[in-house]
């Protein structure tokens, strides 16, 4: 788009409501100097002289400028205009058109019209072949962010991965490739808290029974207050609310904002770990196994849920039972390094 033809068109217009006075001062600039002809300024002023219902304007414009071979010619505008003026096409003229518009190499740009379809079934073959072109640069440019996708991460970089899922969900809003790589990683998310998890991390520490400063408990009340409210008016941020409370270590509050979220998978995984920290373990038993069947179709629902059923039998005192179960995990899965760091410490104990 041109701006010196858009800002001169609104300078225009704020001036005098006539049409025909606006085409024709438009017409006087373009033409008052050879810079002026280059794609952008003609296509907006094209633009404009359709979308004003000019089109007899544009045609005689266009026409008078053609032995002008640095003339470009904004296809498929010319070919609304000759469509809407009051022209009765002769096969010689559709003829010449055609030949002018494969000689410039502008089929694509001619097919965006369709006002000649009467004359010229060419027309839709080319406008065939440019949705093809399209459908074909949509897939090769959404499989090359996607291999982009991969790499980032395979080499674990988390940030980087979430602005280009971001930057793709624009592109590709309603792309089912698209939702579903947004929904696993959000489910890796919750997974990661798993793994990073340290088990001495649920052990008591002596820091944790310092008095804590009030003035910093009651800022951290009205944060968490204010991630519950607003959760409950945006629904679409409750997990993402949820996530601030769990690394504020205020599990109860994140299970309290969780619960605004759509149940979704990521949902499921997040729920079972702010579970396991709320040290509410007959309720996680219940809802991994919930789970299991719920992801049974996910090949890593087997390790994940494991992993947290011997978390919550060690917890509830079934401690010969949690290590059975993690020592199941880990003869499916030898280097899963957190379950083998946890049955060390277990067995130590």
């Given at each position: 788009?041109s701006?010196?033809?858009e800002?001169?068109?609104?300078?225009?217009?704020?001036?005098?409501?006539?049409?025909?006075?606006?085409?024709?001062?438009?017409?006087?600039?373009?033409?008052?100097?050879?810079?002026?002809?280059?794609?952008?300024?003609?296509?907006?002023?094209?633009?404009?002289?359709?979308?004003?219902?000019?089109?007899?304007?544009?045609?005689?414009?266009?026409?008078?400028?053609?032995?002008?071979?640095?003339?470009?010619?904004?296809?498929?505008?010319?070919?609304?205009?000759?469509?809407?003026?009051?022209?009765?096409?002769?096969?010689?003229?559709?003829?010449?058109l055609?030949?002018?518009?494969?000689?410039?190499?502008?089929?694509?740009?001619?097919?965006?019209?369709?006002?000649?379809?009467k004359?010229?079934?060419?027309?839709g073959e080319?406008?065939?072949?440019?949705?093809?072109?399209?459908?074909?640069?949509?897939?090769?440019?959404?499989?090359?962010?996607?291999?982009?996708?991969?790499?980032?991460?395979?080499?674990?970089?988390?940030?980087?991965?979430?602005?280009?899922?971001?930057?793709?969900?624009?592109?590709?809003?309603?792309?089912?490739?698209?939702?579903?790589?947004?929904?696993?990683h959000?489910?890796?998310?919750?997974?990661?808290?798993?793994?990073?998890?340290?088990?001495?991390?649920?052990?008591?520490?002596?820091?944790?029974?310092?008095?804590?400063?009030?003035?910093?408990?009651?800022?951290?009340?009205?944060?968490?207050?204010?991630?519950?409210?607003?959760?409950?008016?945006?629904?679409?941020m409750?997990?993402?609310?949820?996530?601030?409370?769990?690394?504020?270590?205020?599990y109860?509050?994140?299970?309290?904002?969780?619960?605004?979220?759509?149940?979704?998978?990521?949902?499921?995984?997040?729920?079972?770990?702010?579970?396991?920290?709320?040290?509410?373990?007959?309720?996680?038993?219940?809802?991994?196994?919930?789970?299991?069947?719920?992801?049974?179709?996910?090949?890593?629902?087997?390790?994940?849920?494991?992993?947290?059923?011997?978390?919550?039998?060690?917890?509830?005192?079934?401690?010969?039972?949690?290590?059975?179960?993690?020592?199941?995990?880990?003869?499916?899965?030898?280097?899963?390094?957190?379950?083998?760091?946890l049955?060390?410490?277990?067995?130590?104990?």
């Amino acid at each position: 788009m041109s701006n010196f033809i858009e800002l001169e068109i609104q300078n225009l217009l704020n001036q005098t409501q006539d049409l025909d006075e606006v085409a024709a001062r438009l017409t006087s600039t373009i033409e008052s100097s050879p810079d002026h002809f280059n794609l952008d300024n003609i296509t907006a002023f094209a633009r404009f002289l359709n979308f004003s219902g000019k089109h007899q304007k544009l045609v005689e414009f266009i026409l008078s400028h053609l032995e002008n071979e640095s003339f470009p010619i904004p296809w498929p505008y010319f070919l609304e205009a000759l469509g809407h003026a009051t022209l009765d096409l002769d096969e010689k003229t559709v003829k010449a058109l055609l030949e002018g518009i494969i000689e410039s190499g502008a089929e694509a740009e001619a097919a965006r019209s369709q006002a000649l379809n009467k004359y010229e079934p060419l027309l839709g073959e080319w406008r065939s072949n440019r949705k093809y072109k399209i459908h074909k640069d949509y897939l090769k440019n959404k499989k090359i962010l996607l291999d982009m996708l991969i790499t980032l991460r395979t080499q674990q970089l988390y940030e980087q991965e979430k602005h280009l899922l971001q930057r793709l969900q624009k592109l590709y809003p309603d792309d089912s490739d698209i939702q579903r790589e947004t929904r696993e990683h959000k489910q890796r998310y919750a997974l990661e808290i798993l793994s990073r998890r340290s088990p001495k991390a649920r052990e008591a520490n002596t820091d944790d029974l310092e008095q804590k400063d009030p003035e910093t408990e009651e800022a951290l009340r009205a944060l968490l207050s204010s991630l519950l409210e607003h959760a409950e008016q945006d629904p679409e941020m409750a997990f993402d609310f949820a996530i601030v409370a769990f690394m504020l270590e205020s599990y109860e509050a994140a299970l309290e904002i969780l619960e605004f979220s759509e149940q979704t998978e990521s949902y499921l995984w997040l729920r079972l770990e702010i579970l396991l920290k709320c040290r509410r373990f007959v309720e996680l038993l219940t809802e991994v196994a919930q789970v299991e069947m719920l992801l049974s179709h996910e090949p890593e629902t087997f390790f994940a849920t494991a992993y947290l059923r011997a978390q919550a039998l060690w917890g509830l005192g079934q401690k010969h039972t949690a290590i059975e179960v993690m020592e199941g995990l880990l003869a499916s899965r030898p280097h899963y390094r957190a379950a083998s760091a946890l049955l060390n410490i277990w067995s130590g104990q």
